[in-house]
T-cell receptor, first 118, second 114 residues
Framework: GAVVSQHPSRVICKSGTSVKIECRSL??????MFWYRQFPKQSLMLMAT?????????EQGVEKDKFLINHASLTLSTLTVTSAHPEDSSFYIC??????????????FGDGTRLSIL | GDSVTQMEGPVTLSEEAFLTINCTYT??????LFWYVQYPGEGLQLLLKATKADDKGSNKGFEATYRKETTSFHLEKGSVQVSDSAVYFC?????????????FGQGTILTVHP
């Protein structure tokens, strides 16, 4: 079945560091990918929609300069947390929707990245 | 706007017990409905889906039926196992589309004891 690979799975770094998270669709093309943030014991909060070849669409309240998104190909989107601080510590999850023709294509999720800022 | 409401958890069951996790929604039109499962420390996996009214999605012994009249998509399993312990999310595409971002319920934590 469809697989979405997210890397790295875990990051621990010092405050002020920038961290890049990759999301790859391994056996399908995805013109649209989504980035979510999940706090402990809470639901997923959509941060932004990543569109191949164009600017990402950010949800209200999400700082676009803080969370840089690049979707340079049909199989790769990256999220860069710039100058990360402890309050950015969270579980980040990406998802991708198969661009193949056909209705009701579900989203496929990566395994998430646990980001811990010291 | 579109929204999903799940029964509050956590839910704790003994092995082989019957499981029901309630999910109701409000949406424009008749969107596809999904159940996702998240095992500890992992991302989400699609558990099952239904694309139209009266459809029944099923997978791994779990079932959910798309009820238009009650705007519900309750998740059921006749006999749970310890390995079913996870967080379960009900979801639908935001804005009633079949391709857009997902709106999730708050999640229900299920713990199954031997």
């Amino acid at each position: 079945g469809a697989v979405v690979s997210q890397h790295p799975s875990r990051v621990i770094c010092k405050s002020g560091t920038s961290v890049k998270i990759e999301c790859r669709s391994l056996d399908f093309q995805a013109t649209t990918m989504f980035w979510y943030r999940q706090f402990p014991k809470q639901s997923l909060m959509l941060m932004a929609t990543s569109n191949e070849g164009s600017k990402a669409t950010y949800e209200q309240g999400v700082e676009k300069d803080k969370f840089l998104i690049n979707h340079a190909s049909l199989t790769l989107s990256t999220l860069t947390v710039t100058s990360a601080h402890p309050e950015d510590s969270s579980f980040y999850i990406c998802s991708a929707r198969d661009s193949s023709p056909g209705p009701n294509q579900p989203q496929h999720f990566g395994d998430g990245t646990r980001l811990s800022i010291l | 706007g579109d929204s999903v409401t799940q029964m509050e958890g956590p839910v704790t069951l003994s092995e082989e017990a019957f499981l029901t996790i309630n999910c109701t929604y409000t949406a424009t039109g008749y969107p596809s409905l999904f159940w996702y499962v998240q095992y500890p420390g992992e991302g989400l996996q699609l558990l099952l889906k239904a694309t139209k009214a009266d459809d029944k999605g099923s997978n791994k012994g779990f079932e959910a039926t798309y009820r238009k009249e009650t705007t519900s998509f309750h998740l059921e399993k006749g006999s749970v196992q310890v390995s079913d312990s996870a967080v379960y999310f009900c979801a639908l595409p935001a804005g009633g589309t079949s391709y857009g971002k997902l709106t999730f319920g708050q999640g229900t934590i299920l713990t199954v004891h031997p």
